[in-house]
């Protein structure tokens, strides 16, 4: 049994996870391999991929491994018979963590995040939309990453918001990389089949939860690149359709929650809406805009 | 509980065109449809309806993951929609590794198959992709051409394998079960309420003569263009002007050398020749 902190949380698990880092302490969340039902009881939604009951979700990865995740405390994996261990782990670091940690009550977005003046600023989009490259780009320049993928917000309206350390390393494509001047030699596939790499960014410890303040929103647009400071609506939307679990909150009756913890996280940060990154010639021009609004 | 209408085609063929005709059809209402507003063209490879209806990221999935996904993506579709969905498809007609198809005939109430004169989609697709003629010569005969696929900052679309022109059309023509209606674009273009009329009949939507003339004027090659020239348009790749360019049959005469033309119609052929683009001995009809 290997023991890991990450997000706030200690974490047993006998599948080994090199990504995380060393823990210890009474477990919060336990990791097993194990039998995984084809069906669950009480099943309220269920996709293409995932069968969502109150406080339980399975999620089917063909040919990889189906994943229980239960109460935010235990997760079963019952991997495929010919699943790769790379493949098998990628979506238990990334999935069906995040149902476990949303299932704990956290607010979980898909954003990458850095440390800027001892504060968290992260930036919330799409999968493709440019987060980990922009976080690449600001580690190049000295900033610390808080983690990647998963953001891990502990929020409500009675305590300010922080963001919990997570995984220190960034998930990039290789083309990025390249856009960065990194060489993707040497450093370890995220799965087998793809040309997407894990850059390592960080220390070995885990670091203390980290008030936020700002997060920067790719949106979608056709127009010319623009920024602007959101307001009303225009900082909750963003903010609700990042959520890295959206699709299993209904099954697992965490909508509202994932509501409310967004209404409270927007009470309090500031929102900047990001359109027409596309249209910018390289991550460094993206970088010329954003910098000045964020060191300056 | 419904059924899907796909509209599929080789890139460049008019499949944009055909569906904002249908959607103007249906919706019968007193303003052209949003060319960025409809739902049929989100679905097919938009990796954002994917996205949000697996709940995982398309890119952390490889090709052939997400080919075994998708016939249920579509089926789940088909279930939640009260009236048919039209979705656009690029793709050949093919299978999924596990041998299943891609486009479930019993999801199917019916497949629009658009085909447009591959001389004249060469001299499109060029302009599209902003790469010479011979990179888009070279596209369309390529048995194992791909689209779309790419991670990161240009990954919109899912990858979609069309194989060449021609065996993009033998893979749909030869398909069964999929209730084919096949669509000249010379003929939208040349008789434009008899062949949408015919369309809309095959596919059991009432077309009285006013409704097909105002689903016309909506979607129309002027209205088209004036919207993406206004709004932009979801489907234009960067770095290129417009996505709705000429519109016109026949504008590889002005842009085709000689031997490339003669190269397009060698690979092309049988396909050419069964669709009446070139007559028995070679030479161009349209």
Known sequence: MSEYRAYGIDIHSELPCPELLAGGGTPDLAIRIGTVPERLEKTRDQGVCHQGAPHDLLLHIEGIASYRISDGRE?????????????VRYFLLGAALGVALCQRGLLVLRASVVEVGGEAVAFVGRPGSGKSALAAAFWQRGQRVVSDDLCVVSVDEDRPAVVQSGVPRLHLWAETLTALSLDHTGLQRVRPQLEKFALPVGSEQPTAPMPIRRIFAFVDSRAEFGCEVATGSGKLLP????????RFLKGMGCGSQ??????????QVEVLRIWGVKKLGSIGDLMGELEPRLLG | MSKII???????????????FLENLRDDAEEPADINGVVGSQLGPARNWIDDELGLASCELTSDELGRLRPRLYARAARAASIPRIIKIHDACACAVDGNPLFPPEITLATIYIVRNPLDICVSWAHHLSVDLEIALDHLADDAFAIGGEPGRSGDQIGQVLTSWSGHVDSWLSAPDMKLHVVRYEDMVGNPVGTFSKAAQALGIPSRKAAISKALRFSSFEELRGQEEREGFRETPNGVTSFFRRGVVGSWRETLEEDQVARI???????????EYVAADGTPLV
């Not at chain 2, 796909?6 to 904002?20: D, E, I, L, Q």
Request: with cysteine; aromatic share 14%.
């Open chain 2, 265 to 275: 119609i060698e690979t092309h052929f049988d396909a050419m020749r069964r669709f």
């Open chain 1, 258 to 267: 994932h509501f409310l913890q967004c209404v409270a996280l927007a009470q």
């Open chain 1, 75 to 87: 997760i079963v994996i019952q991997p495929a018979l010919h699943g790769d261990e790379g493949s």
């Open chain 1, 239 to 246: 903010l609700t359709k990042s959520g890295y679990c959206l």
């Open chain 2, 6 to 20: 796909w509209v599929a085609s080789y890139p460049k063929s008019g499949n944009t065109w055909f569906r904002m």
